[in-house]
Structures are given as C-alpha cells and as structure tokens.
C-alpha cells in the first residue's frame, strides 16, 4: 500500500461531538487516540443541531435512556469548567430551563402525567396554567393548554462544544484527521486492526466507529447491520441582540431557544424519506417559521441569519448504541444518538473511555448494547 502508515492505540472514525466527546475522555485517561473526519470536525448534525441538553423534555418514559439523558445532563457544568481550563473556549451553558407548552387536551393530560412520573424520579417539573404563563413570557406566548416547565433543562452553543472539545482534546495529544474519509477496514486474522484512507493506512488496536448517520454504511463494509438511519432536521437562525424571552419555548413540531449570544435557534423537522440529502427546503422552512411565530409573534420581525440542515442518526428504539461489537474483535461503536446527540456527548464520552480502559462503567451499558444489531457475514 502507498502512502503513510500511522499507528495508534484507539482511532475514532467521526469527528463530531460524540467522536470528539470520546477523544477527549480517552486522551484524558493516557489513551494514544487519532480521530478521522471525513469533511470538517463537527460539520455534520453537530453543526445543524439544537444545542438541547433536554433530558426530561425530550423523553417521553422513564427508563434507561431517560436515566443516561439526566446522568448526561449532570456532567454538563464540571465539563464547561475543564474544557473552558484546557482550551479557553467557553461552551455557552445557558440555563433558564424549557417551557414545554400542551397544544391540545391530550397533550397537557400528557404532560401532567410526565409532570407526575418526572416528579417521583426526583427531577424539578412545575406546571404552568396560561394565566401563569402569560404573566412568565410577558405576554408573547400565543395561549395553549398550559405548559410544563423544566428549569433543570439547559442547553449549550454546540459548535463552541464541539470546539471546545476538539481543542482540549488536541491539547492532551490527540491527532485530528480532517478531510479524510476512509476508504475501508483493515482486517487481520479476523480482528480490526485499522482503517484505509485515501493517503495511506491508520493502523489501530481498536476502531470506534462514531460516523453518526454514516454509522450503518460503514458498519455494513463488515457484515455488521447496524440499523442507523439518517433522519433529516432542518432549522434556521435568526438574529437579535436581544431575544424575545431567555426560556425555551418546545411544542410539538417546533421549538425556539434564545443562545446566549443572542441569536434564536428556531428547529425542526423530522424527515425519514429524505436520505442522505442535506439540503434545506423552503417548504420546510416557511412551515417552521409559521410555526415559530404563532408560538411567539415577535420572531417575526427578527431578521433572518442561517438555515440549517443536518441528518440525526436514527436508531430503531431512538436508543444510541455504545460499546464493543460481539463477533468483530476491535470494533466499537457509539453511535444512533438520534435527537440527543449533544445531551448525551458527555456521558458517552466517559462510558466509552471507561470501557475502553477496562474500568467499571458509570451506565449500566446493556440497554445499549450491540448486540441489538446482527452480523450477517
Ligand atoms: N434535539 C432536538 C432535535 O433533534 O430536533
């Protein structure tokens, strides 16, 4: 083979938050790690995302996603404060909480009952009447059926996480490979031992494949049938120097989060049949503005920044899957997020560095485990 040979003790192929997440918690522990990007780091979900650290509003049971959610959620303030140390860069936690306004009867009955079983798992959940609403939004909410308000959901500036994380991980000698799609796997006597690429030859003992929606396809080049999926969201920025409300406001279909640095994150679609295209549409976008405004009308004089695009790693039970691949020697995966990439990068991040140091993990990692996918040769 022509080309370079580099030679590493852990290689993660994705260079998103989850991939760059984990780098940074294995580089934290002594692990020799290289991380392979196809494009640019992050440029992917990470890019087109929320931000959400939402752990209560985006699970709709108790169980164990809803557990690794709030575990996630938990790690999010230390993790600022390391990576802010590290790196200088600030991830912008921003906390006033996320309103989760009812649109119809079913829905607040709904929301009353996650209201009740949120409440017995020990998490803060208060319900709000219109009258209470109104009094809270200034007016700007347009009145629903009540709404439930989550303070203890926050959510960050993603591409500063994300650069955040790279950047630490950098500092503790991780080696970042942009532009480098591979090519293949590197098999030997039936275990993976590398990657392929265009230039040359990652050599590894272990491969951790963090590719998000890619996942499936790659997974696929070893027999594995790891059913992640692409599920498109599209979404768009607005400006302002002065958002209309500090909180969250989330509803079905679409929700507005005022960042910290001003601008207003308005997202998104759930789009299955869209494949691998990541453009944003304008039948998506004025729906979505449509939306936003009757939600909260003085969005509609805000002028318009960035729309947004970007393919979610679906799973089938919306659960990611995270650790070693029962069958294939060396291969790893973490991977399926779905909606919760960045709420669940931290625990993500330390689970597989436990796993991969051969400590106890912090997560039970069975309901997880790989072996809800299948290898089929
Ligand atoms: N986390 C929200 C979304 O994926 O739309």
């Known amino acids: 083979m022509m080309g370079t040979t580099h030679q590493t003790d852990t290689l993660i192929v994705g260079g998103g938050v989850i991939g760059c997440a984990i780098a940074y918690e294995l580089a934290k522990a002594g692990v020799d ?30 169980g164990p996603m809803y557990e690794l959610g709030v575990k996630s959620r938990a790690l999010f303030p230390k993790l600022r404060e390391e990576l802010l140390d590290i790196s200088g860069i ?19 009955a709904a929301l009353l009952e996650r209201q009740r079983w949120q409440t017995e798992c020990g998490q803060r959940a208060v319900w709000f009447e219109d009258e209470d609403l109104r009094g809270e939004m200034g007016d700007l909410v347009s009145p629903r059926y009540g709404a439930l308000y989550l303070p203890d959901d926050h959510q960050v500036r993603n591409p500063q996480l994300l650069l955040a994380l790279a950047a630490s991980a950098k500092r ?6 942009e532009h480098t799609p591979m090519m293949g796997f590197l098999q030997e006597h039936g275990a993976v031992a590398g990657v392929k690429t265009a230039d040359g030859v990652i050599r590894a003992d272990r491969v951790i494949v963090a590719a998000g929606a890619w996942s499936g396809l790659l997974a696929r080049q070893l027999g594995l049938d790891l059913p ?49 295209d990541r453009r944003p549409n304008l039948r998506s976008l004025a ?7 009757e939600l909260l009308p003085s969005l509609g004089d805000l002028p318009f920044s960035t729309p947004l695009a970007g393919l979610r790693p679906g799973s089938r039970d919306g659960m990611p899957y995270l650790g070693s691949v029962p069958g294939i020697d060396g291969l790893y995966v973490a991977s399926g997020h779905f909606r919760n990439g960045v709420l669940l990068s931290a625990i993500t991040g330390l689970v597989m560095a436990e796993l991969l140091t051969g400590k106890e993990t912090s997560v039970d990692l069975e309901a997880f485990s790989l072996k809800r996918a299948h290898v089929f040769g």
């Open 33 to 62: 790690v290289i991380v392979l990007e196809k494009e640019t780091l992050g440029s992917q979900s990470t890019r087109a995302g929320a931000g959400m650290l939402g752990a209560q509003v985006e699970m709709t049971a108790p």
């Open 90 to 108: 600030d991830m912008e936690l921003h906390t006033p909480g996320i309103f989760r306004i009812a649109v119809d009867e079913d829905d607040r």
């Open 172 to 177: 503790l000698g991780v080696r970042i490979f």
């Open 228 to 276: 992640v999926f692409p599920v498109k969201g599209q979404s768009f920025l607005l400006d302002s120097y002065s958002p209309p409300t500090p909180f969250t406001i989330y509803t079905h279909g679409c929700y507005i989060l005022p960042k910290k640095n001003g601008q207003v994150y308005v997202g998104a679609t759930e789009e299955q049949q869209a494949g691998f």
């Open 287 to 293: 729906s979505l503005s449509t939306q936003a405004v």
